[in-house]
């Protein structure tokens, strides 16, 4: 069974552009949760997508959002990128009701 | 959910078993104890999980105290390659959502 992918690996851009981040959970796996994980903040949780519907969300601007399509596959867009945005961002997916997740990759963005 | 302590890292030698412990006095009674692990630069990995038996998998080996403020996560064999950060995690199934709380987590150094 092929596990989570993200698009793309890496990404550079700059303060005050927008960026969308992809991710394809494992088949089957109709929830998918959005980390980011940075050296002085570790990981947090950004938000949850469950059947098309956001279900959890995180202490995050409005500026980061995302979306489920119905074939479970996610995105995340981060608006007006700022500096403090350049961290690993990490994808993953679960059945419902367990918290056993499996993580993508993850996405490296930097913003300069 | 409830908070866990871990210690900041610790040296295994390689061949020997390494036990990662976790405090979690405040446990609830449904709320269930995770480990994840993450290798540098990659996405976390789910390892194990249980509530209060103890249980073991092809990976590891989770044993729960009877009155489950704390728990040990064995790795009987540890290899180079099992050198990463360990998370310990406490989560429960109310509310919905798979939301993970990631604490600060071991670093595990898996030595010659």
């Known amino acids: 069974k092929a596990g989570v992918t993200q698009t793309p690996r890496y990404l550079i851009k700059t303060r005050g552009q927008q960026v969308t981040l992809s991710c394809s959970p494992i088949s089957g796996h109709r929830s998918v949760s959005w980390y980011q994980q940075t050296p002085g903040q570790g990981l947090q949780f950004l938000f949850e997508?469950?059947?098309?519907?956001?279900?959890n969300k995180g202490n995050f601007p409005g500026r980061f959002s995302g979306r489920q399509f119905s074939n479970s596959r996610s995105e995340m867009n981060v608006s007006t990128l700022e500096l403090g945005d350049s961290a690993l961002y990490l994808c993953?997916?679960?059945?419902?009701?367990?918290?056993?997740?499996?993580f993508g990759p993850g996405t490296r963005l930097t913003v300069t | 959910d409830a908070k866990t302590t871990q210690p900041p890292s610790m040296d295994c030698a390689e061949g020997r078993a390494a036990n990662l412990p976790c405090n979690h006095s405040t446990i609830s009674g449904n709320e269930y104890v995770y480990w994840y692990r993450q290798i540098h630069s990659q996405g976390p990995q789910y390892i194990i999980h249980?509530?209060?038996n103890n249980e073991t998998n092809e990976m590891a080996s989770l044993i729960i105290t009877e009155d489950r403020k704390s728990s040990t996560l064995i790795l009987p064999h540890a290899t180079l390659r099992d050198t990463a950060v360990y998370y310990c995690i406490v989560a429960g199934l109310t509310g919905g959502g798979n939301k993970l709380t990631f604490g600060t987590g071991t670093q595990l150094k898996v030595e010659l």
């Open positions: 249980g509530l209060k």
């Open positions: 993953a997916s679960s059945l419902d009701r367990t918290y056993e997740q499996y």
């Open positions: 997508y469950f059947s098309e519907t956001q279900r």
